[in-house]
């Protein structure tokens, strides 16, 4: 079966432009999760969907991120006004509700120039 | 607040010999403990949990690791050790101050290189 899919694999873009990275989960899995990944750091969280909600997003570092997930399957990370620290890894995973097992995706990279 | 820490950055080992990669967590209440691999260019992968029960849980590829609730450590293991398994190892916590909701929201170490040399 398929696993968790992201897209674009590799992003770059320059400092001041609009991004989104999309994720599509595993089918039947209700929770979804963003991270973000630096060189050299542990997978960071940003965001937690339960459903069509963010049940916690107190990772986003500030209000130039953004998620969605208005079908409760696919979700979009978008981030505006690129900045040179956001460049990373942005990883999605998916889990079913109480496993607490998530299953990534091979994950986004970000450049910003 | 809940957190894990990997004091090695790189362990080395040859092929055949045991390996441990270390974790310490420091957590309010019952941790949830777990661990992922990432090898190059990929995702990240579930190794094995610990939620409850006995100490010894075993995962995939032959991995095992020992919860040891006097020492907060939850050290991953394996007796024979594979150039495959050369990797990136990540110990996780879950995180379970949230607002007032269980999540299943993971803090994760700094992560671990393993090096198996043939």
């Known amino acids: 079966g398929a696993g968790v899919s992201q897209t674009p694999s590799n992003k770059v873009t320059e400092k001041g432009k609009y991004v989104e990275l999309r994720c599509d989960p595993i089918?039947?899995?209700?929770?979804l999760y963003w991270y973000r990944q630096s060189l050299g750091q542990g997978p960071e969280f940003l965001i937690y969907?339960?459903?069509?909600?963010?049940?916690?997003d107190s990772g986003l570092p500030n209000d130039r991120f953004f998620a969605v997930r208005p079908e409760g399957s696919v979700s979009t990370l978008k981030i505006q006004r690129t900045e040179r620290g956001d460049s990373a890894v942005y990883l999605c995973?998916?889990?079913?509700?109480?496993?607490?097992?998530?299953?990534f995706g091979e994950g986004s990279r970000l450049t910003v120039l | 607040a809940q957190s894990v820490a990997q004091p090695e950055d790189q362990v080395n080992v040859a092929e055949g010999n045991p390996l441990t990669v270390k974790c310490t967590y420091s957590?309010?209440?019952?941790?949830?403990l777990f661990w992922y691999v990432q090898y190059p260019n990929r995702g990240l992968q579930f190794l094995l949990k610990?939620?409850?029960?006995?100490?010894l849980v075993k995962g995939s590829y032959g991995f095992e690791a020992e919860f040891n609730k006097s020492q907060t450590s939850f050290h991953l293991k394996k007796p024979s050790a594979l150039v495959s398994d050369s990797a990136l190892y990540f110990c996780?916590?879950?995180?379970?101050?949230?607002?007032?909701?269980?999540?299943?929201?993971?803090?994760f170490g700094t992560g671990t290189l393993l090096a198996v040399q043939p």
């Open positions: 995973a998916s889990s079913p509700w109480t496993s607490g097992e998530l299953f």
């Open positions: 969907f339960q459903g069509t909600g963010a049940a916690d």
């Open positions: 089918s039947g899995h209700t929770a």
């Open positions: 610990y939620i409850t029960g006995d100490n």
């Open positions: 996780a916590v879950r995180d379970r101050e949230n607002y007032g909701g269980a999540t299943n929201k993971l803090i």
């Open positions: 957590v309010s209440g019952n941790p949830y």
